[in-house]
């Protein structure tokens, strides 16, 4: 992967938003102020992810659905994980 300005630089990812997406990536959930949560279909173990921390680790540009390929149970070591969006609580 590489590290060229849009995928590293939140501002130059906004600069170069049109046309360059093929679904959600992280720098959109972050603009929509969602969360990721992560679920295991093996155990049922989920929690939530920071998209900030991913971005920051991934890129802004980094797909939401090859994220899924990146990740492993905490609790049970699988791959198989669903990754979705959520809304934040409300307190």
């Known amino acids: 992967m590489g590290s060229g300005p849009a995928e590293r630089d939140p ?3 906004m600069a170069h938003q049109a046309g360059q997406r093929k679904g959600q990536v992280l720098g959109d959930v972050l603009m929509e102020g969602l ?3 992560a679920s295991c279909r093996n155990c049922r173990h989920r929690t939530n992810l920071s998209p900030l921390r991913l ?3 991934l ?3 980094h797909p939401l ?3 899924r ?3 492993r149970c905490s ?3 699988m ?3 669903e990754v979705r969006t959520i809304e934040p609580e409300r307190r």
């Open 79 to 81: 791959r198989d994980v």
């Open 35 to 37: 969360h990721i949560r």
């Open 11 to 13: 501002r130059s990812w």
């Open 69 to 71: 390929r990146r990740l």
């Open 55 to 57: 971005a920051k680790r």
């Open 75 to 77: 609790k049970c070591g």
């Open 59 to 61: 890129g802004y540009d």
């Open 65 to 67: 659905v090859a994220l």
